[in-house]
């Protein structure tokens, strides 16, 4: 028999089709990453059935898609959507109230079944916290992915200057750094997408077992971002930018992210007005989201526009900066080839950056990066040797860096190449389900058989231990391993 897998993605916007990536701070590379892992795992022949659990949003301001009660992903993957809280959109600081209407909707849609899921995988704090209840009620394993870490976030604003009050009431601090050590607590497995995170960012968690972590890295679509420009995706590209552009075909720095203060946008548009060089020989182009008009964004993202609005104003970049008001997903892989095209380079400057995507979607495009030194690019640019990192905290690195990544000199050939051979080898989507299953099936059926045997009153004091696989071993006989991955002497 196949596996059964329910995903846990709660806030946002999510759907099958034209994901509405960087509309606002809940939309970003965590949505797109649980739909292209569900969508892998639906085609995964070790699976019979997947479901992706978020909320139900009847709300005229959004897509009528969103309040489709289930939507299919392929045969056997659906997005299935309950409601819970209000049933307008929200944005995620304000479903904490509501999560626990959610865990007995989540219930009863299981015990309603004739087969209970495999284990539960939940995706950032507030699933997490679901997850964790779902499973000392249920005993139904739990995998757990951070993406962003609450107490990672708190540092890096308050290193910036940000007030410690007006963190936590922003952000529910508190509650998302406590549903993150209860999920943790929880968890069978904890999958991470880079070393760096086990190593710094979840090791601030007193509930986090480094043993029960596995790096496992998300992957790109090829098909969809591929080197190869298609007829008239140029010049359609160069329609959308040239409005802002004096001399629109210099080598450009691209950006691609949405509005948000962690992106640090401001600090790229400052390292570029502060550099001769590159005021003179190159343009900058900022892709941040879709915007109607200002004041329909939410109020963090009016205030980042402003932000960078102003840093534009200050360094009197008019004419060589572009930031586009629309752009379609369709079009993002043709906004890589046409920067690549003018041997441009991608720019992630983020305070903390969890993964980067983006910097994977680039390289599987031909363009070459700089990006922080932080969270994923190490990762990534270590083993795809295709840019530059740089220490974003530092205006004078950020600048002399960006400069040299855009002399004639540079290795820029040498560096798209290396992109995109690295992203064949270690960066697909098929690899990364085929993976994801070896690590979790085994840990998942250990934490099951435990649930099953003990007693009913127990379960809440045992399940949610990490200390059901109470030793580290690399041989020997009775263990629930993957191979290559952690290996763990089974708890009597």
């Not at 008009?293 to 526009?305: A, D, I, K, N, V």
Request: proline share 6%.
């Amino acid at each position: 028999m196949g596996l059964y897998v329910i995903h846990l993605h709660l806030h946002g916007l999510l759907r099958g089709d034209e994901l509405e990536l960087g509309r606002d701070a809940d939309t970003g590379g965590q949505t797109n990453y649980v739909l292209e892992l569900a969508r892998a795992l639906g085609q995964h022949s070790d699976v019979d059935r997947l479901e992706v659990i978020t909320r139900c949003i009847e709300d005229r301001r959004v897509s009528a898609d969103y309040a489709v009660h289930r939507e299919s992903l392929g045969e056997k993957a659906s997005i299935l959507r309950l409601p819970f809280g209000p049933r307008r959109y929200i944005r995620k600081e304000l479903l904490w109230p509501h999560l626990e209407e959610l865990v007995d909707a989540l219930v009863l849609h299981i015990t309603r079944q004739q087969r209970r899921p495999d284990w539960i995988h939940a995706h950032y704090a507030d699933a997490g916290w679901v997850g964790a209840q779902v499973q000392q009620r249920l005993g139904i394993p739990l995998v757990f992915t951070g993406h962003s870490l609450g107490r990672e976030k708190q540092r890096r604003l308050l290193e910036v200057g940000q007030n410690p009050e007006q963190v936590n009431q922003r952000y529910a601090m508190e509650q998302r750094i406590a549903a993150e050590e209860a999920a943790l607590s929880a968890a069978s497995l904890v999958v991470t997408s880079t070393r760096q995170e086990i190593r710094v960012q979840y090791d601030r968690y007193s509930h986090f077992h480094p043993d029960l972590a596995e790096v496992i890295p998300p992957g790109v679509d090829v098909g969809f971002f591929q080197p190869e420009q298609h007829p008239g995706e140029d010049a359609e590209i160069s329609a959308l930018l040239q409005p802002f552009l004096r001399e629109p075909d210099r080598p450009c720095l691209l950006a691609i992210n949405r509005p948000d203060r962690r992106k640090n946008i401001p600090a790229l548009i400052d390292a570029f007005g502060n550099s001769p060089y590159l005021r003179e020989n190159a343009n900058l182009v900022l892709v941040l989201g879709n915007r109607d008009g200002f004041h329909q964004l939410e109020r963090s993202q009016r205030e980042e526009w402003q932000h960078v609005l102003e840093a534009i104003d200050r360094q009197n970049l008019y004419g060589q900066v572009a930031y586009p008001k629309h752009h379609c997903r369709s079009q993002v892989p043709a906004i890589y080839r046409w920067a690549a095209a003018r041997r441009g380079v991608f720019v992630n400057p983020a305070l903390t950056e969890p993964f980067g995507l983006t910097l994977i979607e680039a390289a599987a495009c031909g363009l070459p990066v700089v990006a922080t030194n932080d969270g994923g690019p190490i990762d990534i640019i270590g083993r795809c040797g295709n840019g530059l990192l740089v220490d974003v905290s530092s205006k004078v690195a950020l600048r002399s860096t960006l400069e040299r990544a855009m002399q004639p000199e540079a290795c820029w050939q040498q560096w798209s190449q290396q992109g995109l051979e690295a992203v064949q080898q270690a960066y697909s989507w098929s690899a990364h389900a085929s993976r994801y299953l070896q690590v979790a099936r085994p840990l998942c059926a250990a934490a099951l058989l435990e649930s099953i045997n003990l007693k009913p009153h127990s379960r809440r004091r045992r399940i949610s231990a990490p200390a059901r696989f109470s030793q580290v071993r690399a041989t020997g006989e009775g263990y629930a391993h993957a191979a290559q991955g952690p290996r763990f002497w089974l708890s009597k």
